[in-house]
């Protein structure tokens, strides 16, 4: 399994960027997905999740009302639209693969991060 991150960029406070996520290997529908992020310094961080299925999403509370997780199976993808970005959105974001089908967490397969650079 191989999982490609993409979308991150420098963008400026109040700017808005969408993430994906593209999926090689292995059976894509059927597994949870998260995405993850970490700033320089900083450790790993939960940012939110997927149901296989996409009927829910977990977000953490530092990104609720912001960001939106969504998943496209026909394309192997999973998505994370990221808006009204902060300066502390700042980080490298990383998606991840649910170790167990029909289940989240916990998650074995990283993809290589993207970077996310917020200014003020």
């Known amino acids: 399994v191989q999982l490609q991150a993409s979308g991150g960029g420098l963008v400026q406070a109040g700017d808005s960027l969408r993430l994906s996520c593209a999926a090689s290997?292995?059976?894509?529908?059927?597994?949870?997905m998260a995405w993850y992020r970490q700033a320089p310094g900083k450790e790993r961080e939960f940012v939110g999740a997927i149901t296989w299925s996409g009927d829910r999403q977990y977000y953490a509370d530092s990104v609720k009302g912001r960001f939106t997780i969504s998943r496209d199976n026909a394309k192997n993808t999973v998505y994370l639209q990221m808006n009204s970005l902060k300066p502390e959105d700042t980080a490298t974001y990383y998606c991840?693969?649910?170790?167990?089908?029909?289940?989240?967490?916990?998650?074995?397969?990283w993809g290589q991060g993207t970077l996310v650079t917020v200014s003020s």
């Open positions: 991840a693969r649910g170790q167990s089908p029909y289940h989240l967490g916990p998650y074995d397969y």
């Open positions: 290997g292995g059976t894509f529908g059927i597994y949870g």
